[in-house]
């Protein structure tokens, strides 16, 4: 998970201006004037080979009373929540307003690592920026965004204010539950913690946060994170609802095993595949939880049924295991953790070096590789360089000859032989060194 710097303010202190100069290319529009930037504009960046989300916000009018302000301030306000740091921008040629301070006492009761920053200070003078250390927030840092001096400052301090990773060390199994909004989910966490840890609710979006929860069952440690639900870009018209979202791509960045919940009256839609996408791009291990299985009118071929068409929406995740279950009945519930410890598992194995080579010489030896223009590709030597998800990596003589059907078949004969259900498999090709 990425750490998350906001930048706020009141209107026209220069945070657009600020954000683009570190995004390294012009994203935010720019005037001289209040209120050009609305909507949630966020950047991936670099510094000190930290890297970081970078979220630029419209400027913050908490005392307006005029409905466009007060739409902006809840999408800043949304950012607070998500950051990890906080850039709060002030303006050195108006000085020290109301609005600053009225910015100041709500950044405050957030206790979240606050950098002050003074902007447009062109010619630095200790008496332009003495007046901002009434805020409270500690040294002021004089910056010009427009002429790019005093940014490096700021941002070697926004760096030091990063998370230092302390969660990821109680050594439970991180499970993300993810799926479409009003699928379930909470219904499940609550099921899984024995209790009613969320709040459940039939009305789609109740969800907002990625709420983490550590509990034991059997005797293991699992800390269980239940997401807002995704829904398609073009829905995602409220701030608040695409910084949950946001959220909830965090949590399958930062989960060990991910649960994809699916409700099983609607089916497997065109959202559910895009979401498992996302959890195997990621390459996290994954189970797929079809849920309200109570409501399912059922005969002898209806799992078979269900399967089949599961199969078919997710052929690029045919190694993942489904549960069919109601979480709120309970039938079933208590094989999900199971099979999410499976799948974790099964992610984190290595296999032998001397028996993987075995195994794809002879595998080739079957199947010889597709040859182009003349040429065939040949494994020198085969070699397990990862876990979670595994990563093989095959050393060849030109790693342009190895066809995606190919690298398919050698996919399957891995997991034929090696029982890799649960999770994705990477397969990379370099070539061989000259000199070797």
Known sequence: ????????????????????????RKISITENRPGVTRDRITADCEWRGKPFTLIDTGGIELKSEDALWKQIAVQAQAAVELADVILFFT??????????????????????????????VDDYSPDKIFEFYSL?????????SEHSRGIGDVLDQAVECFPKGEEQTDGSLKIAVVGKPNAGKSSLVNRLLGQERTIVTPVAGTTRDAVDTRFEAGGKAYTIIDTAGIRRKRSVDDDVEYYSVLRAFDAVRRADVCLLVVDAAEGITEQDVRIAGFVHEQGKPSVVVMNKWDLIEKDTHTVEKFEEKRKESLKFMDYVKAVYISAK?????????????????????????GGLNDLLMDAMRVSEPPSYQGRRMKLYYASQVAVCPPLFVLIVNDDGLLHFSYERYLENTIRAAYDFSGTPVRIKVRNKKEDE
Request: net charge positive.
């Open 329 to 353: 009945t309970g039938q079933r519930a208590d094989r999900v953790l199971a099979l999410a410890e499976e799948a974790y598992a099964h992610a984190c194995f290595r296999v032998p070096t």
């Open 136 to 144: 409270g927030l500690g040294e002021p840092f004089a910056v010009s």
């Open 1 to 24: 998970m990425l750490p998350v710097v906001a930048i706020v303010g009141r209107p026209n202190v220069g945070k657009s201006t600020f954000f683009n100069k570190v995004a390294g």
């Open 91 to 120: 303006d050195a040629r108006e000085g020290l307003t109301s609005s600053d301070h009225d910015v100041a006492d709500y950044l405050r009761r957030c206790k979240k690592p606050v950098v002050l920053v003074v902007n447009k």
